[in-house]
């Protein structure tokens, strides 16, 4: 009879500070698969025993194998009824995933992302200038989280107009979807049936006026719910996941000053610090799986049926594949992180503009800002009810221009 784990994965208080590496990298001493017991009583969490699998090559492999993990019921610990509800990208696998990745993908490709470089630059140094002028601000609202969501707008041709609100429910969005921020299901329904009504006010308007964006050529393609939840997935997994691996690496690039000067005096050691960045944060905790078939994953016999969670963070920590994993390294190279999945079909389809925004951001702030501390960071804590926000919520820091 496999043994239950002896520590409780779901409880918020661990998460407090960010990821409980410590807890994880015990697991990983223990072994590469763990039996976690049922949980009762805490929203959003199975009620049924599932397992975590925590170590990299284990993840890698069972995050690219969706005949024996499927996506259906979504990424969350528990299977979220929303997202079976209709045609949504990260609950689908193949071939159905494959027909609406590739609409998707057209408008996310390296190539894409190369011609975007230069809108990237110009919002950044936009973004950066505007909170450098005031002297003191929060780097998670004023920048990291302005850079991507304003990227995102533009990407979708949200009008500038509009953007101050979408933003702010966007991240509002993401404050009621925790249950441990106080807020209630009746308000969480209320923000997300306002933003798919943006969605569908988006979509009518792209489809009478069209203009060369992405949202107007989806909406020649996708319809109905399969848009209004890629506005969801777009706006919070193409910000919150940025907003985190920037204000991570950056707190990250403070703490060893000799590295920040390193990436002042070599600015093309902006690539792979955006990586390591990425892998340092590990923005998304994990990705919820259900077995189809039984099978031994690391000497563990999971039972088709089984929920099964890949811990990112706890991956990119492995000390038998990363070498000093507990070191922030802006040379590290090759970094095989698993931050956007590992490869396979549910390879992150942002991966490329997250890379990039990360690199153009760090990159810029390195060459032409000071930045110190103005108070310690405050953590976002709730507990991992979601894949993601459980990061720094809060940064206050002093940044003038050179």
């Known amino acids: 009879m496999t043994e239950l784990l002896d520590v409780d994965l779901t409880d918020p208080q661990l998460y407090t500070q960010g990821f409980p590496h410590d807890v994880f990298t015990e697991l990983r001493h223990r072994g590469a698969v763990h039996r976690h017991a049922a949980v009762e009583g805490r929203p959003a969490i199975p009620s049924i025993p599932f397992w975590s699998i925590v170590t990299h090559p284990e993840v890698q492999q069972a995050n690219r194998d969706w005949q024996t993990f499927a996506a259906a019921g979504g990424p969350m610990m528990d299977a979220d009824p929303l997202l079976n509800a209709g045609r949504v990208i990260v609950a689908l696998d193949p071939p159905e995933q494959a027909q609406l990745r590739r609409t998707i993908t057209s408008e996310f490709t390296p190539r894409m992302i190369g011609r975007l470089e230069q809108l ?10 505007t909170a450098a002028a005031g002297g003191t601000c929060d780097f998670v609202s004023d920048i990291a989280y302005q850079v991507p969501m304003h990227l995102i707008a533009d990407i979708v041709g949200i009008p ?61 393609q996708l319809d109905g719910f399969e848009l209004e939840m890629f506005f969801l997935i777009l706006a919070i997994a193409g910000s919150e996941t940025t907003r985190n691996a920037l204000t991570q690496g950056l707190v990250a690039l403070l703490d060893d000053p000799d590295q920040f000067d390193q990436l002042r005096a070599e600015p093309a050691l902006a690539v792979t610090a955006a990586d390591e960045a990425i892998r340092w944060s590990s923005p998304v905790l994990f990705f919820g799986r259900t077995a189809t078939r039984d099978v031994t ?32 390294d802006i040379h590290r190279s090759p970094n095989p992180h698993v931050s956007f999945g590992g490869g396979g079909v549910h390879y992150c389809l942002g991966a490329n503009l997250a890379r990039k925004e990360v690199q153009v951001v760090l990159g810029t702030v390195a060459a032409g800002y000071d930045v110190e501390l103005a108070g310690p960071p405050v953590w976002a804590g709730g507990g991992p009810v979601h894949n993601v926000g459980i990061g720094i919520d809060s940064l206050p820091v002093r940044i003038t221009a050179r």
């Open 160 to 220: 500038e107009s509009d953007r101050g609100w979408v933003f702010e429910r966007t991240d509002l969005l993401l404050k009621t979807g925790n249950p441990y921020n106080g807020y209630t299901d009746e308000e969480r329904l209320a923000v997300q049936a306002e933003l798919f009504d943006y969605a569908q006010r988006l979509t009518a308007d792209k489809r009478a006026n069209p203009t060369d964006d992405v949202w107007t050529k989806l909406a020649g």
């Open 297 to 328: 994953v690391g000497g563990q016999d999971i039972t088709a049926g089984d929920r099964v969670l890949f811990w990112y963070p706890s991956a990119n920590r492995d000390e038998n594949v990363f070498e000093a994993p507990f070191r922030f």
């Open 120 to 129: 990237i630059a110009t919002r950044t140094r936009n973004i950066l200038a």
